[in-house]
């Protein structure tokens, strides 16, 4: 029985980290699309990392991985949020925040998993870019906030 318990598990982590990874994947080797993807290999050498006055550190050895979309070509920009907006639909992401100001629209969204660990995504679509940031660990949004409010 706790072979069985532990495969499914690992299928279901498999799966999981398969999904997100196929959305990212598909933009990889386009053309006006740049794609980031961070290891936990990178986070656990994040020691001190400040992003600008703020200090990542304290949740950077919790995530697994953080994975970054960024388009500049305003014509793929519908298809991109059209694919990520249906991904999240699917995978029971919920809403946690959404902001419009000056033409810009943020979306964060928030998958939680029973292992204890979270997804965060924030969506971030104007007229002439998009920006998707992916974060996956052991991380709370209170956590997450802290770093970026």
């Not at 990874?21 to 794609?35: H, M, N, P, Q, R």
């Not at 290891?39 to 703020?54: D, F």
Request: proline share 1%.
């Amino acid at each position: 029985m706790k072979k069985l318990l532990l495969f499914l598990l690992l299928i279901f982590t498999c799966n999981m980290a398969f999904g997100q990874k196929a959305l990212f994947d598909k933009y990889d080797d386009v053309d006006g699309i740049s794609t980031v993807y961070i290891s936990p290999t990178m986070m656990r050498m994040m020691k001190n990392v400040k992003a600008g006055n703020k200090d990542i550190s304290r949740i950077a050895n919790r995530l697994d991985h953080i994975y970054i979309l960024e388009c500049e070509r305003p014509s793929m920009i519908n298809s991109i949020k059209a694919t990520a907006e249906a991904y999240y639909r699917r995978g029971k992401y919920a809403l946690v925040m959404k902001t419009k100001s000056k033409g810009e629209v943020v979306n964060i969204y928030e998958k939680k998993y029973r292992n204890g660990k979270s997804e965060f995504v924030l969506l971030s679509v104007e007229s002439d870019e998009l920006v998707i940031i992916n974060l996956f660990g052991k991380v709370s949004l209170s956590e997450i906030q802290s770093i970026t409010g």
